[in-house]
């Protein structure tokens, strides 16, 4: 494992001389930073913003990610290719104090400890992970209109009310797709 003490975390917040209230922090990455093939793999190529907003008060912190890149998708339906700008958002709670450990109700990933004297956060892993699951589980074409049709053929016959074509060009329609078939 390659200890990378001197240098800094891709997403790390600077907490030392934070003093309570709340602060806005923008970083501006790409894909590529991130060392991982997952996002890449998502789709992920191109540029990432990452905006943090870390609101400190006595015992406790709150932090929130917000996400923004575009990613490179392709349509369920016809796997046209699309490319989206997803918007990814995370909160994760820090407690100072060592009490909250012991309540087992609370969720690991939101609620963690930390040391009142900690210098920074490395968000880096948080910010992937909230990239990850910005993306959408389906994923349909807007303005294709070739894909509009083959919806409208899916919905047809599953529907047994369906009107059928009544006008002529939709019955051309209908022969010329018979045609090519
Ligand atoms: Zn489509």
Request: aromatic share 8%; net charge negative.
């Amino acid at each position: 494992m390659v200890v990378m003490s001197k240098e800094r975390a891709l997403i790390e917040v600077r907490l030392a001389g934070l003093s309570q209230g709340a602060y806005e922090f923008d970083f501006a990455c790409s894909a590529g930073d991130f060392g991982d093939t997952a996002l890449t793999e998502a789709g992920f190529s191109k540029d990432i913003s990452v905006k943090v907003v870390v609101d400190r008060t006595d015992n406790e912190m709150s932090v929130t990610l917000t996400t923004v890149a575009k990613a490179d998708l392709s349509c369920d339906l016809c796997l046209a290719p699309i490319t989206m700008e997803l918007h990814g958002s995370y909160r994760i709670y820090y407690s100072y104090e060592q009490a909250a450990e012991q309540n087992e109700d609370r969720d690991e990933e939101e609620y963690r400890l930390i040391d009142s004297n900690a210098l920074s956060i490395d968000l880096t892993e948080d910010a992937r992970e909230t990239l990850l699951l910005s993306v959408p589980m389906k994923v349909t074409c807007t303005d294709n209109p070739d894909c509009q049709v083959f919806i409208q053929e899916g919905q047809n016959e599953s529907d047994g009310d369906a009107t059928p074509p009544d006008s002529s060009w939709q019955e051309s329609l209908e022969k010329l797709k018979n045609k090519y078939r």
